[in-house]
C-alpha cells in the first residue's frame, strides 16, 4: 500500500507539473491573443483615422473640382473676349498687307455659318470671319499661330462656303503671325492666301 501510495503520489506530482506547464503555456497564449487585440484595436484606430482622412481629402477635391470648373469658365470667358480682341488687331496689323489684296478689313464681320447640307456635320454651327461682295465671299482664319489645326479649320470653311455660296468666288485669307512651312505650302495648294509674320520649320 506504501508503495501504490508513493506512485499515486508521484503520478499526482506529475500531473501537477503538467498541469503547471499548460497553465503556463495558456498564460502565454491568453498574453499572445491579448496583445494580438491591441494590435488590432490599434489597426482599426489607423483605419480609422485613414478613413477620416480620405473623407476629407475626397471633401477637398471636390472643393478643388468645384473651383477648376470655376476658373475654367472664367477663363474661357476671358480667352474668348481676347481671341476677338486679338483677330481685330491682327486684321489692323495686317491692313496694308490685306489693302494689297484688294481687301477691306473695316468689312469684316465675326459670325456663324451653318451646316444645312451635311458637308461636316449637318446643322453644325461654325464661328467665322468674313464678309461678302457681289462677286466674292472673302473668308478670314486669323491665328497667332497657324498649325495643322488652323489648316483643317480652314478646310472646313472652305467647303462650307463653296456649298453655301455656289454662285459666287471664295477668297480664304490666313492672317497669322506664325504660320508652320508645311502648312502654308499645302494651304497654298488649295488656293489660300497667305499674310504671316514668320514661317516656321
Known amino acids: 500500500l506504501q508503495e501504490a501510495v508513493k ?3 508521484e503520478a ?3 500531473l501537477q507539473e503538467t498541469v503547471n506547464r499548460h497553465t503556463l503555456a495558456i498564460e502565454g497564449l491568453q498574453e499572445a491573443v491579448k496583445k494580438q487585440g491591441e494590435a488590432i ?16 481629402l475626397q471633401k477637398a477635391v471636390l472643393r478643388l473640382g468645384r473651383e477648376v470648373k470655376k476658373l475654367s469658365v472664367e477663363v474661357g470667358s476671358f480667352t474668348n473676349r481676347a481671341g476677338k480682341g486679338m483677330e481685330k488687331a491682327m486684321l489692323k496689323l495686317y491692313k496694308k ?4 489684296h484688294g481687301v477691306d478689313p473695316r468689312r469684316v464681320v465675326h459670325g456663324f ?11 453644325k454651327v461654325f464661328e467665322v470671319d ?8 472673302y473668308v478670314f482664319e486669323i491665328k497667332n499661330l497657324a498649325d495643322k489645326g488652323a489648316y483643317d479649320q480652314i478646310i472646313i470653311r472652305k467647303k462650307l462656303f463653296s456649298t453655301k455660296y455656289k454662285n459666287k468666288k471664295i477668297k480664304i ?9 508645311n502648312v502654308k505650302k499645302k ?4 488656293g489660300v492666301e497667305i499674310i504671316a509674320s514668320h514661317v516656321i520649320k
Not at 489597426?43 to 480609422?48: D, G, H, I, N, R
Open 12 to 14: 499526482i506530482a506529475s
Open 7 to 9: 506512485k499515486q503520489g
Open 97 to 100: 498687307a490685306l489693302e494689297l
Open 41 to 56: 484595436a490599434s489597426l482599426q484606430q489607423t483605419v480609422k483615422k485613414h478613413g477620416e482622412a480620405i473623407e476629407a
Open 173 to 181: 485669307f490666313l492672317v497669322a503671325n506664325f504660320v508652320d512651312k
Open 187 to 190: 494651304l497654298e495648294e488649295e
Open 130 to 137: 468674313f464678309y461678302e461682295t457681289n462677286d466674292y465671299v
Open 113 to 123: 455659318i451653318t451646316d444645312d447640307e451635311g458637308v461636316i456635320e449637318k446643322g
